[in-house]
């Protein structure tokens, strides 16, 4: 109130201008205010009451966050997010999920919730990635982000109010360590078995050879002794 006390004679006017702040949780659309005038000290003269309209404008904002923080998984994994209207107005929200590599998709259910100011819901999120073959476990980090609309607007267009958060996703190899090893074993030893079989053979074949040059051998001793 720029002068909350007027002095004013008989059939005088003056004016006093009214600042109305209003907190950003205030709920949005029309309200009815009053204001009471009264004469300070003086009981004899009624107050007097005057009425007047302020329109909240509508500011939406939401949060979310998302469980687990981490998962580890092969293929695919779920993660539930959690959103909450932290506006002044009711929204409809939905939620996108997107990754660094670009590789990852997820399935979004519901695609969307309806919320009123200070309302949760939530939303379950099957994200799925190309899993690796052997090797180390991938980490993947996704970023889950919450809008509305519920459908994320195309660029250039920006979404009315969002609100994001990270999660890890740890894909494991298809082929787990201890079976790399294993394997690369039975190679090993089957390797060592062709070559152990191959050096018998030639062994064998050699021996065969000298048998056959000592006969070969004798019986020319034996023509030549006759």
Do not use: C
Not at 160 to 166: G, K, L, N
Not at 182 to 193: C, P, Q, S
């Amino acid at each position: 109130i720029t002068a909350p006390v007027l002095q004013l004679f008989p059939e005088e006017r003056g004016s006093s201008v009214l600042y109305v702040s209003l907190p950003a949780s205030y709920p949005a659309g029309p309200h009815r205010l009053g204001v009471r005038i009264s004469e300070p000290g003086v009981t004899s003269v009624p107050d007097v009451v005057g009425e007047f309209d302020v329109v909240a404008p509508a500011m939406p904002a939401l949060e979310v966050t998302a469980d687990p923080s981490t998962s580890t998984g092969g293929s695919s994994t779920t993660f539930i997010a959690t959103l909450v209207n932290t506006g002044n107005t009711t929204i409809d929200a939905g939620v996108s999920v997107t990754d660094a590599e670009r590789v990852v998709t997820g399935e979004v259910s519901p695609e969307g919730v309806s919320l009123p100011p200070g309302a949760r819901g939530t939303v379950q999120l099957d994200v799925s990635g190309p899993r690796p073959w052997f090797g180390m476990p991938v980490i993947r980090t996704v970023e889950i982000t919450a809008h509305t609309p519920p459908e994320m607007p195309r660029l250039p267009d920006e979404p009315d109010a969002s609100s994001f958060t990270a999660v890890a996703f740890a894909q494991r190899p298809r082929l787990s360590r201890r079976a790399v090893s294993i394997a690369g074993l039975l190679i090993a030893v089957t390797v060592f078995a062709l070559v152990i079989n191959a050096s018998f053979a030639s062994v064998a074949d050699l021996s065969k050879a000298n048998e056959a040059l000592l006969k070969q051998s004798l019986g020319a001793d034996e023509v030549a002794g006759e």
